[in-house]
């Protein structure tokens, strides 16, 4: 054993000395390898203690595009305020070289990587920012995303699409065997009778299916109300005309009165000038359609489809010759002015409904009536968690509580 | 008179009328043309006080022609150009909460602006679209511009060159393809931005002037929703803000604001409740309400007046129209 | 030549607005002109943008647009009369992806998380609402509700159920109404633009 008392003081200074210099040369080279690039010579040296438990998982319900990140922040950060100044985030890939990809404020306790590709690895390391330099936490386990083919967030979107869509294939299925009540529209008979009216007096009828194209859903119940009222304009043997905006839409417009002439039995009076195809310009199919109404003077004019601003000048106009005009859109902002300016106008819905109950399809009649049982859960689900909600926060009854959180919890896409 | 007099007539009047117009513009005396406060509203009251006397012929039943009314109109929209009055915009709820989502953002901020709108439109959407790039331009926000309808980003392109004249603006010194860029029209629709959701370059392999999206300094690392951090649609139909919150929004988490045509302003207002949008600008009001807040005075302000005087007109028409509706009623029933 | 065309664009806005007197020489050239400028505009920009710009561009980096590209080609064979059938596949596949695409899509955004949102206490949590938001809520709740009904097809609008189907139509109105004012704006805005350009671009009178 060294004793210091026992030996010449010189000698024992002289191991402390050595001893000091060791001990302070080991000290420093450990700092420098703790704290790379930190200035130490500072005497207000701000030390933070770094991020903690970082942790790289995989991202949930992704294309294998992206990890989360998830650490405890650095206790200096949640001691003292202002000492931590930001957080960066580093990104080794494959085991490479470490770069920094994101800085965040303090406070900050994850992150979400995108952009990633599900055939690399990726490690990551958390840094704590002070005035003095960084301080880093141990890099994670390196980790690759994965692809997940089920979004199990959205499973209550999922049930209640399958039971609305169960329910009308059901229908679809029984209207095939027997016919389906669905109740009178106002104005359909209008149809019949706006026909006859150009007939009698012995002009034409214009159609106009919308401006949308064949993947509205709209221009597609307008055609099929086209199909039923071109067999009677066959067999009135009125002139038809329908100028379109799509080309598609000419394409199967042409088809639908093709063969509802053949059904009515004229298929000599079918010809491809009934449907012309004008131009995709809204305003410039629309300053056509005005010129050939106020030339032509149609009788009768059907608005049917998907309309926008076109509406106003088209319905207008048509009014202004003093058309019989039959309108329907389940655009919002143009039934004001079919209401205003139109003999008869399908309500949104009721464009689909007039078209299943005129086409007597008994796919379009089984849509309609699958879609009823989809409108009444609605209603149904509005009715008891309007009613639980209100009872549940004016009363604190817990029992209307677990209701509202039910039904929120099911109908949430958040 | 005659039918074949009449039309010589209006072509005389519209000659000599766009002859006293070439005249004014060569000579220069009408550049500027201004009515004084007093004028103004002796015009105003003239107004008034002829539609006062419509009203009453109305009452005597003697109706007047539809063209009156398109007179009325012109006239309300044109005459508050000349006028030396001005009108006091109030900031509603959905701008204030639009302005403030936007003003949020720190400098270096990706923002994708859809100009999902055409000429037609340009009225209403252009002020916005303006006051959009001079707001991001001016607070260093990095613009990335596409559309979904053909002609949006040539509407784009015009909005940002008229901006890049401001002083402020022009200082900067901003670089296309580093501050800003252009990737131009893609047909599809909403498929469009489903497929944005996943991959830009898949959809926009090259900006709208043809160099490749990897050569885009801006873009080079923006891979989909997720490198974007503000959304704002400018949209007059479809596809346009229903689509975009329905995609964009609701699958990615998009943050996003919306620019919309008045027509189309209604049917979303419930993404706003509902939070799926953070604001909406409603046509001219709203670009007059967002120049406001922005600090710039555009053509959204500058026609405030035109569009409250023509809203005066249609309110009194409509009162005309009832009077002479029930007035008509009642005499069938007699 | 920026002269010359704007003096060319305020003969043509004149003359569509001739219109509003009546049909004339004047609106029929400028209609005319309109309709085929703009159909062989959007021929030249989906030409160029779209099978030039983004496939013949493109291909190499996303071989999906080769399918994308043969249902195109299918589209043509209508010109071939005999084969003209075929050019029905391409369009069952876009009313086919397109119904799916928008079920999801409007399911979610206009259906599940509309209800979600009117699912709210009339009072306010604790009774904490003013007046103005509980007439609001109750407005939004009744108005969603009754709307629902009016639109509710298999089953006659008679006794209480048509009393709220007519609460719902009523409803409607006040909405169409509203939507009414909106596009009022909307038209004016547009009208102002064109007569700032009449005005401002072409004569120079605005300054």
New interface residues.
């Given amino acids: 054993m060294f004793n210091c008392r026992r030996k010449s003081n010189g000698l024992c200074l002289s191991i402390f000395i050595v001893a000091a210099i060791c001990s302070l040369s080991v000290s420093v080279k450990a700092q420098s390898e703790t704290i790379d690039s930190t200035v130490v010579t500072d005497t207000n040296l701000v030390v933070a203690a770094p991020p903690t438990s970082v942790i790289a998982s995989e991202y949930k319900y992704d294309d294998a595009e992206a990890l989360e990140l998830s650490w405890v922040p650095s206790i200096d950060d949640q001691l003292v305020d202002g000492l931590v100044l930001a957080y960066r985030v580093y990104r080794a890939t494959n085991g490479g070289e470490l770069e920094m990809i994101e800085e965040l404020t303090p406070g900050n306790n994850n992150f979400t990587d995108h952009d990633l590709s599900g055939d690399s690895s990726y490690s990551y390391v958390v840094a704590a920012v002070t005035v003095s330099g960084e301080y880093s936490s141990n890099a994670t386990a390196a980790i690759s995303p994965e692809r997940e083919w089920l979004n199990y967030e959205?499973k209550?979107?999922f049930l209640?699409?399958l039971f609305i869509t169960s329910a009308i294939m059901y229908f679809i299925r029984t209207a095939r065997k027997k016919k389906l009540?669905?109740?009178?529209?106002a104005g359909l008979e209008a149809i019949d009778d706006a026909v006859g009216r150009a007939t009698e007096m012995g002009r034409s009828i214009l159609f106009i299916p919308g401006i949308q194209?064949?993947?509205d859903?709209q221009t597609?119940a307008g055609l099929t109300i086209l199909g039923r009222i071109a067999g009677t304009i066959a067999e009135y043997d009125t002139k038809l005309f329908m100028p379109v905006s799509r080309s598609?839409v000419m394409?199967?417009a042409r088809e639908t009165i093709k063969a509802s002439f053949q059904t009515a039995g004229r298929p000599d009076k079918y010809h491809d000038d009934i449907v012309t195809y004008?131009?995709?310009?809204q305003?410039?199919?629309v300053?056509?359609v005005?010129?050939i109404m106020?030339?032509e003077k149609p009788a009768t004019v059907f608005l049917l489809g998907a309309f926008f601003?076109e509406s106003?000048i088209l319905a207008e106009t048509g009014n202004s010759i003093g058309a019989i005009q039959i309108a329907g859109t389940a655009r919002?902002?143009q039934?004001?002015?079919f209401?205003?300016a139109c003999d008869f106008t399908l309500?949104?819905?009721?464009l689909f409904?007039a078209s299943a109950y005129l086409s007597d399809e008994p796919r379009a009649l089984g849509s309609?009536?699958g879609q009823?049982v989809?409108?009444?859960l609605?209603?149904f689900?509005?009715?008891i968690?309007?009613l639980a909600?209100?009872i549940?926060?004016?009363w604190h009854v817990e029992a209307m509580q677990t209701v509202?959180d039910t039904?929120?919890s099911v109908?949430?896409?958040? | 008179m005659s039918t074949r007099l009449k039309?010589m007539l209006?072509v005389a009047v519209?000659t000599v009328f766009f002859v006293i117009?070439y005249w004014?513009?060569v000579d220069g005396w009408?550049?500027?043309?201004q009515f004084s406060f007093g004028l103004s509203m002796t015009v105003v009251a003239l107004i008034v006080v002829s539609l006062l006397v419509i009203l009453y012929l109305t009452l005597q039943g003697k109706m007047i022609g539809r063209?009156v009314v398109?007179l009325y109109?012109?006239i309300s929209?044109?005459l508050p150009?000349?006028m030396s009055l001005s009108q006091q915009i109030k900031i509603s709820p959905e701008v204030q909460t639009l302005y403030d989502g936007i003003a949020e953002l720190p400098p270096g901020s990706v923002v994708l602006s859809a100009f999902d709108y055409d000429p037609?439109?340009?009225?209403?959407l252009q002020p916005m679209a303006e006051s959009f790039f001079r707001y991001c331009f001016n607070n260093d926000l990095k613009v990335i511009v596409i559309g979904l309808w053909?002609?949006g980003p040539q509407q784009a392109n015009m909005a940002i060159e008229k901006v890049m004249l401001d002083e402020s603006i022009a200082a900067k010194n901003l670089q296309y393809g580093i501050d800003y860029v252009n990737l131009?029209?893609?047909?599809g629709n909403?498929?469009v931005i489903?497929r944005m959701g996943s991959d830009f370059?898949?959809?926009f392999?090259?900006d709208y002037s043809?160099t490749p999206y990897d050569e885009l300094p801006l873009v080079k690392n923006v891979k989909n929703f997720s490198n974007i951090d503000y959304g704002f649609n400018f949209s007059a139909g479809y596809p346009g803000t229903v689509?975009w919150?329905?995609?964009a929004?609701?699958?990615y988490g998009l943050k996003m604001g919306a620019g919309n045509?008045?027509?189309q302003?209604?049917q979303c207002y419930?993404y706003i409740?509902?939070g799926?949008l953070i604001g909406i600008l409603?046509?001219?009001?709203g670009a007059a309400e967002f120049e406001l807040l922005t600090g710039t005075v555009g053509?959204g302000t500058k026609?405030m007046l035109?569009?409250s005087f023509?809203?005066m007109i249609?309110i009194a028409f409509i009162i005309i129209g009832n009077v002479a509706y029930f007035r008509g009623g009642r005499k069938r029933k007699l | 030549m920026e002269h010359f065309a704007i003096w060319v664009a305020a003969f043509l806005t004149?003359g569509?607005f001739s219109?509003?007197?009546k049909?004339?020489a004047w609106?029929?050239l400028?209609?005319a002109i309109?309709?085929g400028?703009?159909?062989g505009?959007?021929f030249v920009?989906?030409f160029w943008?779209?099978i030039y710009?983004?496939f013949w561009?493109?291909k190499g980096?996303?071989s999906m647009l080769y399918i994308g590209a043969f249902l195109g080609l299918l589209m043509l064979m209508?010109l071939v009369p005999k084969i003209g059938w075929i050019?029905r596949w391409p369009?069952a596949f876009?009313?086919g992806?397109?119904?799916g695409?928008?079920?999801?899509?409007?399911?979610?955004?206009?259906?599940?998380?509309?209800?979600?949102?009117?699912?709210?206490?009339?009072?306010?949590?604790?009774?904490s609402a003013g007046a103005y938001d509980i007439i609001g809520n109750i407005v939004i709740?009744v108005g969603?509700?009754s709307g629902?009904?009016y639109?509710?097809?298999?089953?006659?609008?008679k006794g209480a159920f048509g009393a709220t189907a007519k609460v719902g139509i009523f409803f409607?109105?006040i909405?169409?109404?509203?939507?009414?004012g909106?596009?009022?704006?909307?038209?004016?805005?547009?009208?102002?633009?064109?007569?700032?350009f009449l005005?401002?671009d072409w004569?120079?009178?605005?300054?």
């Fill in positions: 959205k209550w979107l209640i699409a009540f669905v109740r009178k529209i194209d064949m993947d859903v597609l598609l394409t199967a004008v131009t995709d310009e305003f410039g199919y300053a056509h005005d010129g106020v030339r601003a106003l919002p902002a039934l004001p002015f209401i205003a309500i949104g819905e009721e409904a309609l009536k009823d989809g409108k009444a609605a209603m689900v509005i009715l968690g309007v909600t209100t549940a926060s004016a509202v039904l929120s109908f949430s896409t958040k | 039309e209006v519209m117009m004014g513009k009408m550049t500027g043309f063209r398109f109109v012109g929209v044109t150009f000349f037609p439109s340009a009225p209403e053909p002609q131009g029209f893609q047909t909403e498929f489903q370059k898949s959809m392999p090259t043809g689509e919150v329905q995609v929004v609701d699958r045509t008045a027509v302003a209604p419930p409740r509902s799926q409603g046509g001219m009001n053509k026609f035109s569009q023509a809203h249609v | 004149m569509i219109f509003l007197y049909d004339n609106y029929k400028c209609e309109f309709v400028i703009s159909a505009y959007w920009t989906l943008d779209n710009g983004k561009v493109g980096d996303d209508r050019s369009l876009i009313v992806a397109t119904a695409f928008y079920l999801i899509n409007y399911f979610s955004s206009n259906v599940m998380r509309q209800v979600e949102d009117t699912i709210m206490p009339l009072l306010g949590p604790d009774y709740a969603t509700f629902l009904v639109f509710f097809f298999s089953k006659e609008h409607l109105m909405t169409f109404g509203a939507s009414f909106y596009t009022v704006m909307s038209r004016m805005s547009l009208l102002i633009g064109r007569l700032d005005f401002g004569l120079g009178m605005i300054k």
